[in-house]
């Protein structure tokens, strides 16, 4: 597992980023030409739910901690997402 201690938050977010990129880009049903950013809609990647959360999951294995529940629900974009694993108050398992 990737060790986020001692890392900048530019380069833990950039880390986040990529991992979350690859793994939506390995779902058959998104468009592999469509660009991932920060702004990028979660709606207008025609996943559904199951596949957000699974996709949440695997960053939490991955990383070595729990997102916040709560902020999980709120989160719009790509980039949202990605703040969820680099929040101040993110807990280590």
């Known amino acids: 597992m990737p060790d986020l201690t001692g890392t900048t938050?530019?380069?833990t977010r950039l880390q986040v980023f990529r991992k979350l990129?690859?793994?939506i880009q390995a779902i058959p049903c998104i468009d592999g030409d469509v660009e991932l950013t920060d702004?990028?809609?979660i709606a207008d990647l025609a996943m559904d739910s199951l596949r957000l959360v699974e996709i949440i999951f695997e960053l939490e294995r991955h990383f070595d901690c729990e997102a916040?529940?709560?902020l999980m629900a709120e989160s719009r974009t790509l980039g949202d997402l990605v703040s969820l694993f680099t929040a101040e108050e993110l807990t280590n398992v």
């Open 9 to 11: 938050v530019e380069n």
């Open 21 to 23: 990129c690859c793994l």
């Open 39 to 41: 702004q990028t809609l």
């Open 68 to 70: 916040d529940e709560g």
